[in-house]
């Protein structure tokens, strides 16, 4: 058996895991910034270090007690080295590299976006390479065709907003709070969708990118001309939201190679009426779709530990103690920048 230990912490969730080559997690904890972020209404990087760095011990701690390991049980030490907020990322990844030093294990370094894009394999065993995964979250919005352990190929990205940006900051205008997106979800199922007209951003474009900023500001004109309610724009926004989500997604996969599944991932892959949608696309092109369990969908440490144990599985040499984290790191370095996109990666 191979045991992992996964550290995450590149935006506002400090995160620890302890799982097996059997797809077992033995124990994870998480540990949510929301109180510590919400009088801003976004995460604050300098804050979300510092918590980090209070907090990531003492759940490692936790999570190996409760597993009834000890750090020299583990097979290796896998962390979240980029992107992210690069105060959080340089906390787990030192912490990390300190543990395998002092273990004498070797350190993962894992890309957070292929966390991400590994983790339906760990919820479902039968899940085959290549697919296609739909990746929305709080920092990012793209689509890959998941090829193998290291192999990605991106075929869209976002020009501007990332989706869940764009429901955190609808529900800022709508004053939901943070983080905003199940609150949106929630005020939409009290509103008509079909009520405030939203612009659909790059709605039928040859390149299947993605653009939410336009949406975002249409939502600011309409809420600030008062004429309709706040239960109606929010429906109307996830609507719009899901319309271009489904436009995108389908000249993507129109135009990739052969994939064995639809998937979708991130912390937006919580939103049932876009997993709704997205379940009808799959039916469209006649493939199976899947998302992992929520608890994988959104930041988590299990996800990154998996990500190390598909890493060592599939030979990759253990990374340098040197090694720095990186606030941008693209999974595929080939793609194409998205026209008119700025330097996000
Ligand atoms: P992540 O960046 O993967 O941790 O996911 C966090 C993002 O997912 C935030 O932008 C949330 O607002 C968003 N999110 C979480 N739940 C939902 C939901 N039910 N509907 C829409 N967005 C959501
Ligand atoms: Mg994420």
Not at 76 to 95: Q, R
């Amino acid at each position: 058996m191979t045991l992992v230990l996964g550290i995450e912490s590149s935006c506002d969730e400090t995160a620890a895991a302890l799982v097996t080559d059997g797809r077992d997690i033995l124990a994870q904890a998480i540990a949510s910034q929301e109180e510590e972020h919400s009088p801003y209404g976004g995460v604050v990087p300098e804050i979300a270090a510092r918590a980090h760095a209070e907090r990531l011990a003492p759940l490692i701690e936790r999570v190996l007690a409760e597993a009834g390991k000890t750090l020299h049980d583990c097979d290796a030490i896998a962390a979240t080295a980029g992107p992210g907020l690069i105060g959080g990322v340089m906390v787990g990844l030192v912490t990390a590299k300190a543990l395998a030093m002092a273990s004498d294990k070797p350190l993962m370094a894992v890309n957070h976006l292929e966390g991400h894009a590994l983790s339906p394999r760990l919820a479902d065993a039968n899940l085959q390479f290549p697919y296609a995964l739909l990746l929305v979250s709080g920092g990012h919005c793209q689509i890959l065709r998941v090829e193998g352990v290291g192999k990605y190929q991106r075929l869209a990205t976002t020009i501007d907003d990332a989706l869940g940006e764009a429901f955190d900051k609808t529900a800022k205008i709508l004053g939901l709070g943070y983080p905003g997106g199940p609150a949106v979800e929630k005020l939409a199922l009290a509103g008509d969708p079909r009520t405030v007209p939203l612009p659909r951003p790059l709605l039928k474009s040859k390149e299947p990118h993605f653009s939410f900023a336009g949406l975002k500001s249409a939502v600011l004109r309409a809420h600030d001309a008062g004429q309709h309610g706040d239960a109606d724009i929010a429906a109307s926004f996830q609507q719009a939201a899901l319309d271009c989500i489904l436009d995108r997604t389908r000249r993507a996969l129109s135009t990739m190679a052969p994939v064995s599944a639809l998937v979708v991932a991130g912390g937006v892959a919580a939103n049932q009426t876009i997993r709704g949608g997205l379940e009808g696309l799959a039916g469209e092109f006649g493939l199976p779709f899947t998302a992992p369990p929520l608890m994988l969908c959104t930041d988590n440490a299990a996800m990154i530990a998996w990500a190390g144990v598909e890493r060592m599985a599939a030979g990759f040499e253990p990374d340098p103690l040197d090694l720095k984290a990186r606030p941008r790191w693209p999974l595929d370095p080939d793609a194409e920048p998205a026209r008119g996109a700025g330097v996000k990666a």
